[in-house]
């Protein structure tokens, strides 16, 4: 049990659609990132939001886009949704800050399906 | 850029045999090191990391040290059971642990444990 939680579980979208995921991170953590899973594949970076500001971002085009609440919650919206898409979608937090090498944890997805 | 790569699987093995999963890296920075394992429909956990050259990480029987001359973090059990089955994948982060860069994965390697 990491404390990172993800909703919904399961999404089905049609292409052209917006979708919003969410992520409710780990207590006392201040860092929350984005990765998508394809298929057989490793996650893949998308951005990292630090204290509700965008920290950093992976090779990932504009229509994917997130915010960090005061409560270090987070969305992640994806607009004009594309078939390669379809994906695991994992959100991860950590606490940064502390001068310490970070842990980071991770949610148990979002399977997203675009048709 | 950096990169992690890792032996493909699936690997298959009888329960009590010994495992190692090769995994080497590329790094601008002097990253960290990660295992992280992923159990059927769950998300990532982290089962261990190591922050320096010749630290040894270690969890859950599961064991890897950290190689800065052979750019190397092979993953290695002495006897392997039933429940290890899972997909395990490498990472890397230069930024101490998910840092603005986020986690560099591998493409994972799916291990297969038989009774």
Redo the contacts between chains.
Sequence with gaps: ETGVTQSPTHLIKTRGQQVTLRCSSQSGHNTVSWYQQALGQGPQFIFQYYREEENGRGNFPPRFSGLQFPNYSSELNVNALELDDSALYLCASSLAGTGAPWTTFFGQGTRLTVV | GDS?TQMEGPVTLSEEACLTINCTYTATGYP?LFW?VQYPG?????LL?A?KADDKGSNKGFEATYRKETTSFHLEKGSVQVSDSAVY?C?L?VK?????????????THLIIQP
Excluded: M, R
């Design positions: 992690v960290s992280y769950e998300g990532l956990q982290l990391k922050t994948f990472a982060s101490g642990g998910g840092g603005a860069d986020g986690l560099t994965f591998g493409k994972g």
